[in-house]
């Protein structure tokens, strides 16, 4: 991390702190709990998978992992800082910007602009920081009630550092304007901000390294609601080995959020036919968010 990095990253640290101070807090709580329910016998008894509860995801180039396999094995969410200064001092910090509590937009997008800085330097996966063209952060509003997690950049999100800009991201955004929202309402990532090559899945252990900047976002933006976009973006936010197939269509609990789970547009793309299955998990979130619904 660079000195500028790391230096902006300090000064928001310490004027969070000298806001706690201000406003009388003397001391911090423990941190939420961020987990998923787990899940109900019924739901974990194996069952046969159709081809939609399997969901494959992005056209594959070259794969050596498939998902159940990056299922078997549980991405590990504790935050790392990479600051240098007292771990527990960092970590109060991090844990208030996971807390659940509402900061001004102007703080939002500070905070969000010096993760990015410091998401742009990182090297943890040393294949994908090699080998991508840029990082693809996220982009949306910093204050949506609504965040959109799909699985990593593809070519064109690679490209052009932006989530979602491809045919995929196309389809999304029919799915946006269907639900009489759009895109600039919404914050979108990834689970990964840097692309695997050849469209392969993610690692368990880059999905690990990312996963303090997906955790960092949330905790800044704190949406009510999240929709994870395919089998790897549900498995790997809720700590979940169930197929998408079963995740769908219902909701699960991240911290403060109700997150709901559905197929990615790319598998919306080569099976049109599920289509009307994610129209119907969109109209059950519609319902929850208070949404019109014709
Ligand atoms: S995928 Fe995430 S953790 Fe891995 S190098 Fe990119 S930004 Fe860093």
Redesign the pocket.
């Known amino acids: 991390m660079s000195e500028t990095v790391e230096t902006d990253l300090r000064r928001v640290i310490l004027q969070t702190l000298e806001s706690w101070h201000a406003a009388g807090i003397s001391h911090l709580t423990s941190i939420p709990v961020l987990e998923a329910p787990a899940p109900t016998p019924a739901e974990a008894a194996p069952t046969s998978a159709t081809a939609a509860d399997t969901e494959p995801t992005r056209p594959q180039e070259s794969s050596t992992e498939t998902t159940s396999d990056m299922a078997k094995k549980p991405v590990a969410a504790k935050p790392q800082t990479g600051l240098d200064q007292p771990a527990e001092v960092a970590e109060q910090a991090q844990a208030e910007l996971r807390s659940g509590k509402s900061l001004p937009q102007a703080q939002r997008i500070t905070e969000l602009q010096v993760l990015q800085q410091k998401?742009a330097q990182?090297?943890?996966?040393t294949e994908?920081?090699e080998t991508r063209t840029q990082?693809v952060f996220g982009v949306g509003n910093p204050e949506a009630r609504l965040v959109f997690i799909g699985e990593a950049p593809g070519a064109d999100e690679d490209a052009q550092g932006e989530p979602f800009v491809g045919k995929a991201g196309q389809l999304l955004n029919k799915i946006i304007e269907a639900m009489k929202l759009k895109r600039e309402d919404i914050y979108i990532c990834n689970i990964?901000?840097?692309r695997p090559p050849g469209n392969r899945l993610p690692s368990p252990e880059?999905a690990g390294?990312?996963r303090e900047?997906l955790d960092g976002q949330l905790g800044i933006i704190q949406p009510e609601y999240i929709v994870c976009w395919g089998s790897c973006a549900a498995q790997n936010l809720l700590n979940e080995t169930t197929s998408i197939g079963k995740l769908r269509g219902r909701f699960f609990q991240y911290g403060g959020a109700q997150v709901l789970c559905t197929y990615h547009p790319s598998y919306l793309l080569r099976n049109p036919a599920a289509k009307k299955d994610v129209w119907e998990d969109m109209k059950i979130l519609m319902k929850e968010m208070g949404l019109p619904i014709d």
């Open positions: 998401v990182c090297t943890r996966c994908l920081a990082t990964l901000r840097c880059e390294h990312c900047y």
